[in-house]
């Protein structure tokens, strides 16, 4: 053994846990830093975010912002991929994080109300409330058209209703064919 190999063991082999019990087991430190924790023993760590968030630091340049933070955060929890359809860049989708509560609803930018959509399904959830007026328009012509017999304008709207079924668009709204 090396003399650096020695120091590095006294070093960690002298660090106590911070609590113990049955098959659990608590450090306070460097969890990178302690050789007593066994390969392939952890099953959660714990840590105080956000680290080097508009910290100035001498030892390196992270002029990361909060929303910056927390965007990277939530695609990270979400494996960098859309929590609808599953697909990432490496399908070569864009990624957008999106507020689950919107913000003009009172919102808030925090890694829960958060979630890492595709750039289709981020477009789809912000249209909904513009399609269901939309979709509620169409149905009501549908509906004149059919009580007056105009076959053309009934058509017309029943194309336009079938694709908000194939996109699974406002399926809260129903109409009857």
């Not at 957008?96 to 003009?104: A, M």
């Not at 009172?106 to 958060?114: F, K, Y």
């Amino acid at each position: 053994m090396t003399s650096k190999q020695n120091s590095i063991n006294e070093s960690t082999e002298n660090v106590k846990p911070y609590f113990r019990q049955n098959n659990i087991v608590i450090y306070n430190d460097d969890i990178l830093n302690i050789s007593a924790i066994p390969s392939n023993s952890i099953d959660l760590i714990v840590t105080s975010p956000p680290y080097n968030v508009d910290v100035n630091s001498t030892s390196h340049t992270d002029n990361l912002s909060y929303e910056d933070y927390l965007e990277f955060t939530q695609k990270k929890r979400d494996g960098f991929k859309c929590v609808i359809c599953g697909k990432g860049i490496k399908d070569g989708v864009e990624l957008h994080v999106d507020h689950i509560k919107p913000k003009y609803l009172g919102g808030e930018s925090t890694i829960e109300n958060g979630q890492t959509l595709c750039a289709q399904h981020n477009f789809i959830k912000k249209t909904l409330n513009q399609t269901e007026t939309g979709k509620k328009m169409f149905i009501r012509l549908y509906e004149l058209a059919k009580s007056e017999g105009n076959e053309e304008l009934k058509k017309f709207c029943t194309e336009i209703l079938k694709i908000y079924e194939k996109f699974n668009m406002n399926c809260h709204i129903v109409w009857k064919k």
